[in-house]
């Protein structure tokens, strides 16, 4: 066999995969009865506390790469490997005053594309929403994809089983209870996530000893462990660059900023940065140990539940099970809301339909979420397992979105048609380096490029930006 | 009992005997023949971060032999599977190509290993088949030769420096401007 066998009957996979699944649909109905408007559907009533806020920033970003991806970074560029992917929580860090401003500026906007739609017009707004709708769909479609493999590799449940439940789940409970659904899942999920890892962690810990992972590393693989990997020093800034353009500028972390009550959104994100930060670690250091276990890995990315299970036996693998459901259905349901609001708001009523009302809108964005659903469901029908891979494409898309963004919201001077060719460039240009030099490399290039153009343009053609244009309630135009 | 009864069973013990070194010594060395392993991919292959998936598949070259899942076109060879009693075994040799520094460095059932974390130079692996004993049941394969090149320093440390300038301005830019809005609310209020 190529590939490990299943890890848990087929059965209990089943099983704990309903019980889940009518949970989450329970509550997502439950709280989407909250939901009396428009602003109730899209934002939660724009009423999201301390609590609730950091728990769902933390379960937004752990997703299913945070259990796949991190420890195959850590595998394949060892110890900076592991510190890279947790560079990942940098970008909440830095969100954090973003949001504040974000709140401040704009007391009633909707998504990121109002933003950039006012501050910097057409052109550039249509370049933005490429990439980000871009960005979002590669991201839905790999989460399910990824979503119905790896319930296959551990459960060994059919592949267009696991992946049709999971999104079917998420579908539902996020059309019933929109924004509050998400953040009241999110809440709850996050926990689970928390708690399963630690769990794990434990485990791993106990059952092995530093020092042996150490020898076993400096044996066998001892580019690992030194700091001297030159792939890996390159993928450092550049992951953390790729994580701060993925949270710049998706309106997932827009929507959640201006969703939560003022004053919230900076304490929110620092707490989930501070809470998300160790997961990564944890699960790179789990899969250094695979060595001194006498694992063999086949595949990189399945790892961390093949440890799990191999050392806290059944239970770790229902462990394991539960938390990878809920990291999935966590980003899953985010995405999906978050992506309909941006269809909704950017497509529907700025180009489609202007005069459209509160309800026609909200009725739109249900619309949108189920069609969402639907495509998302045949683009993973065939199982292309290579389409996760698109997504590292996104990496100098979004790199080159985050000078414009930034300056866009602390510099009048920030010009659009710096922001037009930041992005455009950016993106050309980190693209090539993806080809020319390595994955790891593209983000890192895409955002120097998009820097250096922004900053030329911002200081010989500067704008003169008036702030008060953001905190219009119509942003239809 | 007579001599002739004697002579005959002398005759086939001496019979048996014969057939039993016969076959050992033929039909070991047929085994041998018919079972092989290969590494999927190019004999030489390149790795510019010092990690790589190597993937093999097994073959029966007898066509009369019984049929394993190589050798039917339509069976996908992700799900080529070992018979119960064999398992892999994949050494690795960080020095010599004739293989006299060899280490085991995976002994199951799966038809690939994702190996990492290896130094700059050129890397040397073979895999065959063994049985429960630990004998051979296939010769050793065809050697694969992974080359590590890792990416010039000079290009690592202007990414690098390149990287961290970004971050600074980032962070620069952010502090720089919330304390300005900071000081622009309190003057508000």
New interface residues.
Partial sequence: MKFQSAILSETTGLIILSILGALWVFIGYLWGKKAKNLDGYMLAGRKVGLALGSATAMATWVTSNTTMLAPQFALQLGIWGMLAYSTASVGLFLFAPMAKRIKNLMPHGITSGDFIMKRYGKKVWTVFLLISLFYSVTWLISMAMAGGILLNTISGIPYGVGMSVILLVCVLYTLFGGMYAVIGTDFIQSIIILIGTVLVGIAVLGEIEIGQVYNNLKEFKPSLISVMLPAAIIALFNNLLFGVGEIFHSNVWWSRAFAMEKGVGQKAYTLAAFFWFPIPIAAGFIALASGTLNINVVSPDMVGPLIASHILGQVGAVVVFIVIFSSLASSIDSLLAATSDLLAEDIYRKILNKQASEQTLRKAAAIIIAGLGIVTWLFCLPKIGTLASVLFFAGPMVGSTIFPILLGLFWPSASPTGALWAMLLGTAIGLTAYFMIGWYSASLVGTAISMVVMFAFTWFKPDQYIWATLTTKDFSK | MTIISIKIKFIKILYSTILILLTLLFIKPLAHAAISVSFSGAQEESA????L?L?WHWQHQNPNGPKTPSNQDSEP?????LPQKWKYQLQRDDRSEEFQHA?T??R???????V????DGKHYYRVRIIDTKGQSVSPWSEKKTVVVD????T???I??A???T??F???A??????R??KSS?SEQS
Avoid at chain 2, 173 to 178: A, D, E, P
Wanted: proline share 0%.
């Fill in positions: 510019k971060a010092g990690y998936q993937e060879q992700s799900k080529q599977t280490t460095v995976y199951g059932k799966d038809a690939a290993s994702f990492s974390g290896l130094s890792y990416h010039s320093w290009l690592t440390w990414l690098f390149t990287g961290a970004i971050f301005i980032l962070v830019v952010l502090v720089i401007g919330s300005k809005e609310q």
